[in-house]
């Protein structure tokens, strides 16, 4: 049996403004920063200078975010290059977290397009933008997600050749069912 990885060390971005990147992280979305690497290394064939910043969470994994000294690297790595709605990163959070985390953005003046939340019958999703325009979705199971999961396990690989195929029809059946 393959050996899974246990959790998410990090995932990295570059920021555009450090400081903005921490207020966000620390006072909207409640995420400590845990650790500030200031570097100097060769990478990609030039010596970079940057600063790396991790913001714990409480699994031990962390968001990380890199800024650079120079403007020739900040633009050579900039995160607008390819701006998608498709790349993002959701973590999964209980009730109470997503609530506390809806709240400090409408209190941080959040609204449409930066934060918007979708019902997607097996999770309740939370977006926000943050200041370097990534999109971070905080995740809320239904109830019967390890029910919803197992249906999905029973059919995944024959849903994905029928897509693949050429049958683009739903299989998403829970967005209108209940979950109490």
Not at 15 to 27: I, Q, V
Not at 70 to 86: G, H, I, K, R, V
Request: net charge negative; with cysteine; hydrophobic share 40%.
């Amino acid at each position: 049996m393959t050996r899974l990885p246990s959790r998410l060390h990090h995932t990295a971005y570059v920021s555009k403004d450090l400081e903005a990147t921490r207020k966000f992280y620390e006072e909207v979305i409640g995420l400590p920063l845990v650790a500030t690497w200031c570097e100097k290394d060769m990478l990609f064939g030039s010596e970079r200078v940057y600063c790396h910043c991790f913001f714990g969470l409480a699994d031990g994994g962390a968001l990380a975010f890199f800024q650079f000294a120079t403007p020739e690297d900040q633009a050579f790595f900039d995160p607008d290059l390819a701006p998608s709605p498709f790349r993002h990163i959701a973590l999964n959070v209980d009730a109470q977290t997503q609530a506390d985390i809806e709240q400090r953005i409408k209190a941080a003046g959040y609204a449409e397009p930066d934060t918007f939340v979708l019902e997607h019958g097996y999770c309740r999703s939370v977006y926000i933008t943050d200041p370097n325009g990534m999109i971070l979705e905080f995740t809320l199971d239904a109830p019967d997600a390890d029910n919803i999961n197992a249906r999905r396990l029973e059919t995944a690989h024959a849903d994905l050749k029928r897509w693949l195929a050429g049958d683009h029809e739903t299989n998403n059946h829970f967005r209108h069912e209940e979950h109490a």
